[in-house]
């Protein structure tokens, strides 16, 4: 039988003698062997990685020298008795110092390729993190030469090689020693069993006995091997022994060095996050399932006023009061039970309740590895200062600052709720809405000064607030306009009307009784407007019904209350209609002018007045009794009075051109918004220079009402414009707030006694008295004095009589077209 055998170089165990054929130890027992069972061994020379993968592709069939390896057992066969014992051992390059596997680190290390060493060395690199640089060799001599060559520091080899070696290399020794190994013949995995069968069989035999060829063989290779240091078994025990107790020592380095580069690594992040978790401006614990605190930063500790260390095992009923405490358990155990992750606010309040605080918590459970909760992470930031920003943020955005009431908004906001109610629920009790006006307030805010003012619009809001039920909302919108809003009044519209009204009439009677203001009684009225809930109305509308009732209360004489009706509803669009129409008016010239004439006794017509009239397309000649108080509401009255101004000093030049009409002048009225406008001087200065008219005959008429605010500017417009020669006339004389103080300060011309005082002046002696008066004050302060409404004959006598020389009134003319007043006078 032939048997291919591989050879390589690894003395004594294997080398190839001359020839080729097999030689050392294991080649001459392969020769004794084959000799006897007549097998013809062909040697087959390659390195020792070679020789393997040889093995492995069947090219060969047998080869010596291959320690056994589970790893090995895989792909290769053995037979069961060992050949030779056998250890790995490190060889060092001389001045390298290596006494442990330590040592290693740093260092080069060369194997021989795919050997037990390198096998062996690769997993401790693995295992251990052992930092070293692994070379490999294909051979063990050229392994050894590198080392001797500086190319490497140390060399792991299998004993037998190394010792053998070490001369002549001029390596030492390390007393390093790993891995016991034993020895065998391999074959490929299923192949040549029949060889490994003699082998077992001879191997077996020969150890049992001392003079067999395997201890002449042992021996004659002996003289090159250094003796073993102990007997085979017990060598082989020791060597495994101390490689275990090096891999021993250097586990317990290696842990060892773990557990300190741990310990200093989590001392090193604890100090850390100790800092950060100290820094940081939350309140920062752990509480666990029993609620004691196991871990407080510093910001918990200072709250507490404590050290931290003083806090850890207690429970929060040590720091909070009863209520706190009993909060702070039922969101722990939200977390701690359920395992919720809980984001609240909380209100703290200390043990000894001098401190409030409120607080935004975050709290988490804490799991095991298993994921069971142990512990809640908590996180506490205090939002006191936020909280009342917000709460002064708030109370600016829906409160009066002055009284404390809800504004507008707030109002606006409740009263969209209530509306919304309303409309939702089909058997809804009643709402309404009442509007507040003081009567007078401005007058009295004026008189009394802004301070006094806004005192009795606090003494207003606590009176009023103090007799209303807590679910009505009493809201001031600004200045002296209260509103409340009443709910839940009854489901009965009418019975609910009732209530409101009663509620109107309790708020007018409250108000009606006086204010004290710096130790002095004040007395004032109110007027209220009533809107109740109805359908379809939205919260706008109904502010604005109550508002528009809240008018009309006034416009009857205030301190009353009156309810919203669909006529005031009427009235408004009406005017709102008029506005749009007269806007219309100027471009499409449909105003004219009338002319009525006014009479000196003892001269006939001296001038006229002008009066307005509206030529509306659809509703006819207007008077200006329907359309100038919508003119002067809105604005319109200033282009409307600056054309009537100037229409009239053109009729005022050409009358001068006329020798009948050269003295008549004209009485022109003067709204109040345009006498306070910045341009009227201007205004009336261009009418005339535009016109050329002159101004001797132009008369203004001006009514006391206009003269109640900023009364020097109207002072000095009127002297600007009496300078160059505009007269004025102050109408409706007797019927508003006539002072003689201002009266005196006023560079007027005329007084025009007012048409309700001429009326009776025949029937009511009291007229006749005031006429008198006012004739008297004419003549006292040198003014001319008109009467006005001159009807009858009978009147015209009595107002001769009288001692009054001038007069207006359908008497002596209606106020008629141009043409008509020219061709009468
Ligand atoms: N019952 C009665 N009434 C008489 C008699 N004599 C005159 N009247 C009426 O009394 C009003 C007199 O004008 P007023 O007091 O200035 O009162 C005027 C004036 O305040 C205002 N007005 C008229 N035209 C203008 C204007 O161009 N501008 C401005 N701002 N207001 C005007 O409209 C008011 C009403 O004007 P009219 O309706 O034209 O009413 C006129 C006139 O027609 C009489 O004997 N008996």
């Known amino acids: 039988r032939q048997v291919v055998v591989g050879v390589y170089q690894n003395a004594p165990k294997i080398v190839a003698a001359a020839d080729g054929s097999p030689s050392g130890i294991l080649g001459e027992l392969l020769l004794q062997i084959a000799a006897e069972q007549q097998w013809q061994l062909k040697a087959v ?36 008795t060992p050949a030779l014992y056998s250890w790995s051992q ?15 680190a740093g260092k080069r290390l060369l194997v021989l390729q795919d050997s037990i060493q390198q096998h062996y060395v690769q997993k401790l690199v693995a295992e251990t993190g052992l930092q070293l640089q692994l070379l490999t060799a294909r051979s063990m001599p050229e392994a050894f030469a590198l080392v001797a060559a500086g190319q490497a520091d140390v060399v792991a080899a299998n004993h037998y090689f190394g010792l053998a070696q070490l001369n002549r290399y001029q390596l030492n020794p390390s007393p390093v020693t790993f891995q016991p190994s034993r020895l065998f013949y391999a074959t490929k995995k299923g192949s040549n069993q029949d060889l490994l069968a003699v082998i077992e069989t001879r191997l077996a035999q020969w150890q049992a006995n001392v003079s067999s060829p395997y201890y002449q063989i042992l021996q004659r290779w002996g003289s090159d091997v250094p003796k073993p240091r102990l007997p085979d078994n017990i060598g082989w025990l020791l060597a495994a022994l101390s490689s275990l ?7 317990v380095w290696w842990f060892k060095r773990q557990v300190s580069e741990k310990t200093r690594h989590l001392q090193v992040s604890e100090a850390r996050l100790s800092t950060i978790l100290n820094s940081v401006d939350a309140h920062i614990y752990i509480k666990d399932l029993k609620g004691r605190y196991e871990y407080v930063n510093l910001k918990v500790a200072q709250l507490f006023g404590c050290a931290p260390t003083e806090v850890i095992g207690r429970r929060d009923d040590a720091f909070f009061d009863n209520a706190t405490v009993a909060n702070l358990r039922q969101n722990d155990e939200k977390v701690l039970q359920a395992g919720e992750r809980l984001v609240s606010e909380e209100d703290n309040v200390s043990r000894d309740g001098k401190r409030r605080r409120v607080y935004l918590s975050v709290k988490l459970p804490l799991r095991d590895e298993r994921g069971n909760i142990y512990a809640l992470c908590g996180i506490s930031t205090d939002i006191t200062e936020h909280k009342q920003q917000q709460q002064a943020i708030h109370q600016l955005a829906f409160y009066d600052a002055l009284t404390g009431l809800p504004n507008r908004r707030m109002l606006l906001d409740r009263l969209q709720q209530a509306v919304g109610k309303h409309q939702r629920q089909s058997d809804a009790t009643q709402g309404a ?11 009295l805010n004026d008189s009394l000064g802004h301070a006094m003012g806004d005192e009795l619009l606090q003494q207003v809001a606590q009176r009023l607030q103090s007799h209303l039920r807590k ?12 509103v409340v809003l009443l709910t839940d009044l009854h489901p009965d519209l009418e019975l609910a009307s009732q209530k409101a009204n009663l509620i109107g009439e309790k708020i007018v009677q409250l108000l009606s009784e006086p204010f004290i203001l710096q130790e002095r009684p004040y007395s004032l009225s109110a007027s209220v407007g009533v809107a109740m809930f109805s359908d379809g109305c939205n919260s706008d509308e109904l502010l604005q019904r109550a508002d528009l009732a809240m008018y009309d209360a006034k416009e009857r004489g205030r301190s009353g209350v009156r309810f919203f009706n669909q006529q005031m509803q009427a009235d408004v669009s009406a005017r709102a209609q008029l506005a749009a129409g007269l806007r219309q008016a100027l471009l499409q010239q449909q105003f004219v002018l009338h002319f009525q004439p006014q009479i000196e006794h003892s001269a006939g017509v001296v001038g006229a007045e002008v009066l307005i009239r509206w030529q509306h397309p659809q509703r ?12 002067e509401s809105s604005g319109q009255i200033l282009a409307i009075g600056n054309w009537v101004l100037q229409q009239s000093c053109y009729q005022l030049a050409e009358w001068a051109r006329q ?8 009485a022109v009225n003067i709204s109040a918004r345009q006498l306070h406008s910045a341009s009227f001087v201007q205004d009336v200065r261009k009418a005339i220079s535009d016109s050329g008219a002159t101004p001797t005959r132009l008369v203004l008429e001006i009514t006391e009402s206009q003269l109640l605010q900023d009364i020097d500017s109207v002072i000095d417009k009127m002297l600007q414009l009496t300078r160059l020669g505009v007269r004025f006339s102050l109408d409706d004389f007797g019927t508003g707030y006539s ?6 300060r006023l560079p007027l011309a005329q007084l025009k006694i007012d048409r309700s005082f001429v009326r009776d002046v025949l029937t009511d002696p009291n007229d006749e008295v005031i006429i008198k008066t006012m004739l008297a004050l004419g003549q006292s302060l040198e003014l001319s004095v008109i009467a006005e409404g001159v009807e009858t004959q009978a009147q015209h006598q009595k107002l001769l009589q009288l001692g009054c020389q001038q007069f207006q009134g359908y008497h002596f003319g209606k106020p008629a077209p141009l043409t008509d007043f020219e061709a009468a006078h």
């Open 45 to 80: 020379q390659c390195d020792w990685a070679y020789c393997l993968q040889l093995l492995q592709s069947g090219e060969i069939d047998l080869l010596p020298d291959v320690a056994y390896s589970e790893q090995r057992a895989q792909q290769l066969d053995f037979h069961q």
């Open 90 to 104: 490190f060889f060092t390059a001389p001045g390298v110092q290596l006494s442990s596997l330590q040592q290693l």
């Open 245 to 251: 107790l090096l891999l021993s020592t250097l586990a």
């Open 433 to 443: 809405l009442l509007f507040i006006d003081l009567d007078h307030f401005k007058d």
């Open 471 to 482: 679910v009505d909302t009493l809201a001031r919108l600004g200045g002296d306009e209260f």
């Open 620 to 631: 006819g000649l207007l008077a200006p009794g329907e359309f100038i108080a919508v003119a």
């Open 659 to 666: 020798l009948h009409s050269a003295h008549w002048y004209l």
């Open 739 to 744: 002072s003689l103080s201002y009266l005196k």
